[in-house]
């Protein structure tokens, strides 16, 4: 089987077959897990491409073929996590006297590393309302360099106007980041509005099975592409054979369950908005959402995440939390199984205090991570939980 062209086929056949063609020398149907650290030179300096496993390994390299093609990108590179191609990408585009606009509601580990880690080498990030266009235009100086997004945020859901950043971008010359995890590439195409560099944390839904960390980077531009290549092995938070084999397996389903995913998330974040014991759901696919349009827009499906504030504070997000039987409370997202969150006291909690409560991470909110199970059972399951809180709150 030759390489497919991207072009001639949609998604769902892609995440099955690209850069996945069965092995030329064994007929193994399934990419194998090119588990060497080291590869056999021909002549000093000589080889069939592969020369150490930092610097590239096959298994690796289907994965990168293929969430190339699945975002519409020409280079793809793994990491070893979310945060690794985070790392990775601000090491190789940025350098101390830099400023950084960055989306003020991001995974609180972006926001940490941002803050805490990148600040103190002199580079400046500066963390703006990335919902007001007109605010982030206002914000860029003589030495911005780029546009660090996330749509939708975590953990508040909020939209970001992908195309309005791209043109403020264009017009200052400034790059442009977008941190596609909560979307996947089955529900946000970054590149095709513009974007210059997508990101993934593809423990979460391109991985989709929770067992296995790993991160992504995703460009068009061969020069960027070099430099980014260049860091990824230079600075070696690559992913090993096995965590490329078993993200690439994963992915191979993502169609389906990015579908199942959104079915399951709409009606459960339906029968909330309707529950007494909630103040309020935040769901991009709900009329509610207050740039529903937007994501009608922007997005080709609205996810399978929601944020739920329950009525009451924190006793009372406790007790819908430890009430709920199918989703476990742990961090992390976008497997088959159903999860539940609380951004304040887990995700979120390496951001201060006044900073979370200012974005409007309370003690009331929770996040939910909705799987592919039935969606009767989740209904029912969520319906008891609410029941508790209420009970809770009439006390
Ligand atoms: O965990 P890691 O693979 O390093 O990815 C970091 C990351 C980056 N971007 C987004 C939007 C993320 O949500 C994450 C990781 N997030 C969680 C662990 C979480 O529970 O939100």
Redesign the pocket.
């Known amino acids: 089987m030759t390489e497919l062209d991207p072009k001639a086929y949609q998604f769902a056949t892609l995440a099955i077959h690209s850069h996945q063609a069965p092995d030329p020398e064994t007929g193994a149907v399934i990419t194998p897990i090119y588990q060497t650290s080291t590869f056999e030179q021909q002549d000093a300096g000589k080889h069939k491409g592969y020369d150490y496993s930092r610097s590239g390994n096959p298994t690796r390299s289907a994965l990168e073929g293929c969430l190339a093609d699945l975002e519409g990108g020409h280079h793809a590179l793994c990491f070893a996590?979310?945060?690794?191609a985070?790392t990775t990408l601000s090491m190789a585009l940025f350098k101390p006297g830099d400023h950084i606009l960055c989306g003020d509601d991001v995974?609180g580990?972006?926001y940490r590393f941002f803050d805490k880690v990148f600040r103190p080498y002199g580079i400046d990030v500066e963390f703006v309302d990335f919902t007001r266009p007109d605010l982030v235009r206002q914000r860029v100086r003589p030495n911005t360099k780029a546009l660090y997004l996330?749509t939708p945020t975590?953990p508040l859901l909020k939209l970001v106007d992908i195309e309005a950043m791209v043109a403020i971008a264009k017009s200052h010359k400034l790059i442009t980041i977008l941190?596609n995890?909560?979307a996947s590439p089955y529900f946000q195409r970054g590149l095709a509005l513009g974007v210059d560099i997508i990101l993934h944390?593809t423990?979460?839904y391109i991985g989709g099975h929770s067992d296995v960390?790993?991160?992504a980077l995703i460009l068009k531009d061969d020069t960027h592409a070099q430099a980014l290549r260049f860091h990824q092995n230079s600075l070696g938070a690559t992913p090993d054979p096995f965590a490329s084999w078993l993200t690439l397996r994963g992915l191979k389903t993502l169609a389906l369950r990015m579908k199942a995913h959104e079915a399951n998330a709409l009606s459960l974040a339906q029968f909330m908005e309707k529950h007494p014991g909630v103040e309020s759901v935040i769901y991009p696919g709900l009329p509610s959402h207050p740039q529903y349009d937007l994501a009608k827009r922007q997005m080709l499906g609205f996810g399978g995440m929601i944020a739920v504030r329950v009525k009451g504070g924190l006793d009372e997000a406790r007790t819908f939390m430890k009430s709920l039987k199918l989703f476990t409370l742990a961090?992390?997202?976008g497997g088959v199984e159903s999860l539940v969150?609380h951004p304040a006291l887990m995700?979120h909690a390496s951001i201060e205090p006044q900073v979370r409560n200012a974005i409007g991470i309370t003690d009331n909110l929770v996040r939910m991570s909705v799987g592919i199970e039935d969606a009767e059972d989740l209904k029912r399951d969520v319906a008891q939980a609410l029941d508790k809180v209420l009970a809770l709150a009439k006390v």
Do not use: R
């Open positions: 996590s979310g945060l690794g985070l995974y580990g972006t996330e975590n941190d995890t909560f944390s423990t979460k960390v790993g991160g961090e992390s997202l969150e995700t």
